[in-house]
C-alpha cells in the first residue's frame, strides 16, 4: 500500500510543478510580468492552503482515499484549463482549482501512509517514502514533462499527460485502500495513547507548522523561480529545468535516508536542527553563485538546501505521529500542510518576485528568504519541538 501511496502522492507535485520550465514561455504568450507570474503561482499555494484545513477536518470522517481520487481528478481539470487557457484570467482560476485537488491529496496520501504504520517502528521510513513521492512527483514535473513537451509539443504533450494519469486513477480506485475506515478510532482506543496530545493543535503541531513553512518556501524557490534563475545566467532551458530538479531529486534520498535513520536514534530534534542549518547555507550559496554569476554555485546551493528540506519534512510528520493520537493525525496534518502553504509559499513566492520586479535581481529576495529560514527552522523549531519522551512527562505530570 505504501508503493500505492507514493504514486498517488507524487501525483500533486507534478501537476503543481510542471509548469516551471516553462515561466518564460507562459510570460511571453501572456505577456505578464515576474510579480504576475508569482500571483498565478501564489493562487495555487492560496487555494491550496486553504483547502488543507477543509480536508484535514473531513479526511477522517470520509476516509483518505476518497480525499485522494477526488483530489487526482480536481487536478487532472485544472492542468487541462492552465494549459489550454485563452487569457491570464483563466491561468489563475485554473491554479485555485488545482490548487485545491492538491489539498485533497497532499493530506489526504500523507495521512493514509501513517495510518497503515501506525504503531510499527517504521514511521520514519513510511513519512521519508511519502516525501519522496514529493522529490519524484518535481522531478518527473521539471525534466521528463519537459522533455515531453520538447518531443510533441504542448498541447500533445498534455493531452498525452492527461490520459496517463487518468489511467493511473483508474487503477488506484481499484486497488487502493484505506486501513479500515471504521476501525481507525477504534485502533487508537484499543491502543495505549495515553503519552500523546490527544489534541491536533499542540506543540508538536505548531513545531513542525513552522518547519515546513521553511521547507515549502525553499521548494517552491527552487521549482518556481529556480528554472528562470539559472537561464539568465545563461544555461538553456531544458539544462536549467534539469538543475532545478536536483533540489528535489537529492532529497529523495535524504528523505528516505534520514527518515530510517532518525527510526533507529528514536530521536526527531537534532536531525530537524542540522536540515534547518543545512537549509541557511544552501540560501547562502545560491546568494553568492547569483551574484558572481557562476552558475555551479547556484546548483549546489540548491542541492543543499533541497537535500537539508527533505531531511525535515518527513523526520517532522513521523515527530507528529510519535506524539499525537492516531485519530488526530488528519486534522493536525491539515492545520500543518495548510499554514505552511499559505505562509511558506505564498510569502517566500511574492517576496522573491517582487524584489526581481523592483531591483531586476535575484539575491536580495533569497537574502530575505535565508533570514526567515534561519528564524523558521533553527530558532523557532528548537524552541518548541518536543521528542515523544518530553511528551510522555509532560502529559504525565
Known sequence: ????????????????YCHGTLSDYIME???????QLSIINTAYSFACGVGLFIVGAMVE???????????IGIMVVGHAMFFFAPSYAVLIISRLVSGFGNACIYNAAYTLAVHWFNGTNKMGVATGAMTAADGIGTFCALYIFSLLLERLGISSGNISVIVFVVVVLVILILILKDPGIMDIDEASSAADESNKYDKAMNKNTIAHCIAVTGVLGGLGIANYWGPSMLVELGMSSSNAGLASTL????????????GAISDKMGKR???????????????????????????S?????????GFCAYVVYPIGFALLSDTTQSSKIG????????????????????????????????????AFCAVLTLITNVILVRIFIREKDEVAKELAK
Do not use: E
Request: hydrophobic share 55%.
Open 331 to 366: 486534522p493536525a496534518n491539515g492545520i500543518i500542510q495548510g499554514v505552511s502553504f499559505l505562509v511558506g509559499m505564498f510569502v517566500f513566492q511574492q517576496i522573491v518576485g517582487v524584489v526581481k520586479d523592483f531591483t531586476d535581481s535575484y539575491w536580495i529576495g533569497l
Open 269 to 295: 530534534r537534532p536531525t530537524m536542527l542540522i536540515g534547518g542549518v543545512g537549509m541557511v547555507a544552501g540560501y547562502i550559496l545560491m546568494i553568492f553563485g547569483n551574484q558572481g554569476g557562476i552558475v
Open 61 to 71: 470522517k470520509r476516509g483518505c482515499k476518497f480525499f485522494t481520487m477526488l483530489g
Open 297 to 305: 554555485i547556484v546548483v549546489i546551493g540548491m542541492i543543499c538546501t
Open 29 to 35: 504568450t501572456y505577456s505578464i510580468s515576474y510579480s
Open 247 to 258: 533540489f528535489t531529486a537529492v532529497g529523495i534520498v535524504s528523505s528516505l535516508l534520514f
Open 1 to 16: 500500500m505504501l508503493v500505492l501511496c507514493v504514486i498517488a502522492g507524487s501525483i500533486a507535485p507534478f501537476f503543481q
